[in-house]
């Protein structure tokens, strides 16, 4: 059952004497239920709730008490109104879903792609030729990138296992950088950063077994993408928790493109 369903689900209770539901908990535990609801989430959400939303649901609480109990016209908006809270005050990090910050929507609507990475502070890196295998390999219409790890200026940036030798925010910050690299082996494709079109995202992490927040390192790269490439930057994704990566990397992402 997702969220929205458990919160709109209410046990039902006997009626007293007086009409009221006998042994019903107080409505003005709702707020408290809420919290307990959205914290029963499984790996890789990361949910926020602003204070303001649950004071104003809990006064809206103390309001039914005072009148006795919900009213019919509250059991009637009760599902629209939860639906639009919740899209309001709730910011999900979900793989294949959920919202991207204010930050990155804003962003993507502005200037060239080489502008908005310029603006971050970002210039595409020069790849490292290798002997054994090419960055990039077209196939009709779809590019192939290569497995890209955290590299800069010919140094990896980090080494080890996630949730053990690297924090989440580190690891966060090194699938920037590969993704950064793979954006570079895309132009040296197509020729020209607004040209890419990003089909297709892998992202390894290399954590222990109960890390359980590769997603969570994934969707860094996901922001970066939206930030540079705008509505081209979206993409299907798949994040992966592995024993090891080459060179004791904690992090590797390999794509696949398109030109548009």
Known sequence: M?????????????????????GAPSLCSAP????????????????????????????LCRNRCSRGGPSADDHNSRD???????????????????TVSGRVASAAHTGSASDRLQA???ALPELRENPYYVHHRSVDSSIYISGQLPYKEGRLLG???????????????????AALNCLAAAVQAVGDLDRVRIVQMLVFVASTPDFGLQSQVANAASELLIEVLGENGRHARTAIGVAGLPLNSPVEIQMVCTAV
Not at 38 to 59: E, F, K
Not at 80 to 98: M, P
């Open 120 to 122: 971050l502070g970002l």
């Open 159 to 177: 080494h080890g296992t996630v949730g053990r030798d690297v924090e989440l925010e580190t690891a966060r910050e090194l699938a920037r950088h």
């Open 32 to 59: 408290k239920f809420l919290l307990t609801v959205l914290n029963r989430q499984p790996y890789g959400r990361q949910t926020t709730i602003r204070v303001a939303d649950l004071s104003h649901h809990a006064a």
């Open 80 to 98: 629209a109104g939860s639906r639009n809270e919740l899209r309001g005050s709730v910011a999900c990090a979900v793989q294949g879903g959920g």
């Open 2 to 22: 997702d969220r929205r369903a458990r919160l709109r689900c209410r046990p039902s209770f006997p009626a007293a004497a007086d009409g009221s539901a006998r």
